[in-house]
């Protein structure tokens, strides 16, 4: 089984070791959104690049594991424009990530 298909099945493929409290929970938070899809493009994301977040990008993170599924999901995707307050470059590298096939989908 291919590394990346087998994390996107399983969950985390970094383990949180390292980092800290807010992190850990951020992690934890982007791989258990409730959506299969959501928690495998944001929980392979922030596997990728949550560990060098600065301030400014873990606030700008937090605020987005807020959103509701659905139009979280949406956004990411596409389906829907992303409204002015959640515009930034956080999201910019979420939906370049998940365009460029970041995060596998197994379905």
């Known amino acids: 089984m291919n590394d990346t298909i087998g994390r996107a099945v399983t969950g985390m493929g ?5 980092l800290d409290a807010r992190r850990k929970r951020m992690m934890f938070r982007a791989w258990h959104r409730g ?3 959501l928690d495998i493009i944001l929980g392979s994301f922030a596997d990728k690049h949550l560990g060098a977040m600065n301030n400014d ?3 700008a993170f937090e ?12 956004w990411i995707s596409g389906r829907e424009p992303l409204p002015d307050n959640y515009q930034g470059p956080l999201i910019e590298r979420i939906i370049a990530f998940h365009k460029e096939g970041g995060a596998v989908f197994i379905g």
């Open 14 to 18: 970094r383990t949180s070791d390292g």
């Open 35 to 37: 959506t299969k899809e």
């Open 57 to 59: 990008e873990l606030d």
């Open 63 to 74: 605020k987005l594991l807020e959103v509701p599924e659905p139009d979280l999901y949406n």
